[in-house]
């Protein structure tokens, strides 16, 4: 079968797991090879209770059939949507490489300003092709709306390439969608634009706006804090945006960036470009102020480091392996678990990296209280920066805000140590306007001793 003149390859019966890359509340993904096969691909199952949640199995068909029909070269490409011992997951495109938001922590004060700018000149590409895209049905396209775009949704190659990924909350139109499309405010907090608060239905301006707020992240390192209601949005915008001037561009340069920017993010979505727009805009920016994006250098420079240095283990020690050997069979034979570890080895325990590093890691408290017992020492300078984070005055507009469940959680971490610094943190969390993050407080200050 095809798409587009794209041949798809082959339905593969087994993979071999070479990478368990992450787990979430939705699914786990890990990477492989196809039986039969010498390339790598990403796949993605959903946890068994996922999986038995109706709306959740339509998105995640949608976002298969979605994928599976767009073919280019800035988004990633689904392969198969399967069903495995009754399990479903989606096989797609493999990107060695890393996601902006990683590419923003080492980089704090913003990426490169060429940089920045071809990479949403690119995403604006991909958006405004899966918005026009056919489907093959029927004729019409498939104005798809991705919903989600912010840095941890853009990924980066070793080689350069810009890859668009989670079209899992999409909203779109092609003959066999089964997930409701109403606009359900399911986005990332911080990058929602105005109106999805609103009982009206989403367009392409949402996906505008997020990206807009990902250009702003990426020139600066700095998050735009923006008000929710229209009262008062377009000027804290134009507030905020004062303070966006990249060293390597001129003040003419720098001023026309912030009019693009506040063209995207304002809050009345009529008024905003539409996807083709923004890529022309920085297009001829680019080539007026003679900025040359170069993304292989800079992939080798500073993508490559990144995914080289990730955290790995072998993936049949992986703690969460045990809800994917069902991959790891062949034709007619029994799971591979005869080449696994002895009864007397013992899973590896993963690092408190890994487990931060992965979405919602916060709801897994249970978890990360066995990983700190079993780890012994460790490190509590994440924790402490969450709570910097959320007790950073709220005139820092710059600052990312925590979440109130994770800075819970990191004051539930630091009880067992309530070093002085966790101390005269926890203090200023005791008014938290939450109130599990209140009692937290207070549970971490009642342990001092």
Same mark, same amino acid.
């Given at each position: 079968?095809?798409?587009? !003149? *794209?041949? +798809?390859?082959?339905?593969?019966?087994?993979?071999?797991?070479?990478? =368990?890359?992450?787990?979430?509340?939705?699914?786990? *993904?890990?990477?492989?090879?196809?039986?039969?096969?010498?390339?790598?691909?990403?796949?993605?199952?959903?946890?068994?209770?996922?999986a038995?949640n109706?709306?959740?199995?339509?998105r995640?068909?949608?976002?298969?059939?979605i &994928?599976?029909?767009?073919?280019?070269?800035?988004?990633?490409?689904?392969? $198969?949507?399967?069903?495995?011992?009754?399990?479903? &997951?989606?096989?797609?495109?493999?990107? @060695?490489g890393?996601?902006?938001?990683?590419?923003?922590? $080492?980089?704090?004060?913003?990426?490169?300003?060429? =940089?920045?700018?071809?990479?949403?000149?690119?995403?604006?590409?991909?958006?405004?092709?899966?918005?026009?895209?056919?489907? !093959?049905?029927?004729?019409?396209?498939?104005?798809?709306? $991705?919903? #989600?775009?912010?840095?941890?949704?853009?990924?980066?190659?070793?080689?350069?390439? +810009?890859? *668009?990924?989670?079209?899992? =909350?999409?909203?779109?139109?092609?003959?066999?969608?089964?997930?409701?499309?109403?606009?359900? *405010?399911?986005?990332?907090?911080?990058?929602?634009a105005?109106?999805?608060?609103?009982? +009206?239905?989403?367009?392409?301006?949402? #996906?505008?706006?997020?990206?807009?707020?990902?250009?702003?992240?990426?020139l600066?390192?700095?998050?735009?804090?923006?008000?929710?209601?229209?009262?008062?949005?377009?000027?804290?915008?134009?507030?905020?945006?004062?303070?966006?001037?990249?060293? /390597?561009?001129?003040? @003419?340069?720098?001023?026309?960036?912030?009019e693009?920017?506040? $063209?995207?993010?304002?809050?009345?979505?009529?008024?905003?470009?539409?996807?083709?727009d923004?890529?022309?805009?920085?297009?001829?920016?680019?080539?007026?102020?003679?900025?040359?994006?170069?993304?292989?250098?800079? @992939?080798?420079? %500073?993508?490559?480091? =990144?995914?080289?240095n990730?955290?790995r283990?072998?993936?049949?020690?992986?703690?969460?392996y045990?809800?994917?050997?069902?991959?790891?069979?062949?034709?007619?034979?029994?799971p591979?678990?005869?080449?696994?570890?002895?009864?007397?080895?013992?899973?590896?325990?993963?690092?408190?990296?890994? %487990?931060?590093?992965?979405?919602?890691?916060?709801?897994?408290?249970?978890?990360?209280?066995?990983?700190?017992?079993?780890?012994?020492?460790? /490190?509590?300078?994440?924790? &402490?920066?969450?709570?910097?984070?959320?007790?950073?005055s709220?005139?820092? %507009?710059?600052?990312?805000?925590?979440?109130p469940?994770?800075?819970?959680?990191?004051?539930l971490?630091?009880?067992?140590?309530?070093?002085r610094?966790?101390? +005269?943190?926890?203090?200023? &969390?005791?008014?938290?306007?939450?109130?599990?993050?209140?009692?937290?407080?207070?549970?971490?200050?009642?342990?001092?001793?």
């Amino acid at each position: 079968m095809t798409h587009s !003149g *794209v041949d +798809v390859p082959p339905v593969p019966k087994s993979f071999e797991i070479k990478e =368990i890359l992450a787990s979430g509340n939705y699914g786990t *993904v890990c990477v492989a090879i196809p039986a039969g096969e010498d390339r790598l691909v990403a796949i993605k199952v959903l946890n068994a209770d996922q999986a038995a949640n109706t709306k959740v199995l339509r998105r995640t068909r949608d976002e298969a059939r979605i &994928l599976n029909r767009l073919n280019h070269p800035n988004i990633v490409h689904v392969d $198969h949507l399967l069903e495995l011992q009754g399990k479903p &997951l989606v096989v797609m495109e493999y990107v @060695a490489g890393a996601p902006v938001d990683a590419l923003i922590r $080492h980089l704090r004060s913003g990426l490169p300003p060429a =940089i920045a700018l071809d990479i949403v000149r690119q995403v604006a590409l991909a958006l405004h092709a899966a918005y026009t895209a056919l489907t !093959g049905d029927d004729g019409l396209p498939m104005r798809i709306i $991705h919903r #989600d775009i912010k840095p941890g949704n853009i990924l980066i190659s070793t080689a350069g390439e +810009v890859k *668009v990924v989670d079209f899992g =909350i999409a909203k779109a139109e092609f003959e066999d969608r089964e997930a409701y499309t109403a606009s359900m *405010v399911m986005g990332s907090q911080g990058f929602d634009a105005p109106e999805r608060l609103d009982d +009206v239905s989403d367009s392409p301006a949402v #996906d505008v706006y997020s990206l807009g707020l990902t250009l702003a992240l990426l020139l600066t390192g700095k998050m735009l804090v923006l008000p929710r209601l229209p009262v008062r949005h377009d000027e804290v915008l134009a507030t905020q945006l004062n303070y966006l001037r990249p060293a /390597d561009l001129d003040e @003419a340069q720098q001023s026309r960036l912030r009019e693009l920017i506040s $063209h995207m993010c304002t809050c009345e979505r009529q008024n905003r470009p539409r996807h083709r727009d923004v890529s022309t805009s920085i297009a001829a920016f680019m080539e007026e102020a003679q900025l040359k994006a170069d993304m292989v250098g800079f @992939a080798q420079q %500073f993508v490559s480091p =990144i995914y080289q240095n990730r955290p790995r283990s072998n993936p049949k020690r992986h703690p969460l392996y045990g809800t994917l050997e069902f991959l790891d069979i062949h034709d007619g034979e029994s799971p591979l678990m005869a080449t696994t570890m002895s009864p007397t080895e013992k899973p590896a325990i993963p690092t408190l990296e890994e %487990f931060l590093s992965q979405p919602d890691w916060e709801k897994r408290r249970r978890e990360l209280k066995e990983l700190l017992d079993r780890l012994g020492s460790w /490190d509590t300078a994440p924790f &402490l920066a969450i709570l910097q984070r959320a007790t950073t005055s709220k005139w820092h %507009f710059w600052v990312t805000k925590e979440r109130p469940a994770r800075v819970a959680a990191a004051l539930l971490a630091l009880r067992t140590r309530p070093s002085r610094e966790a101390v +005269v943190l926890a203090k200023k &969390l005791k008014s938290h306007e939450d109130k599990e993050v209140r009692e937290a407080a207070k549970n971490l200050l009642s342990n001092q001793g």
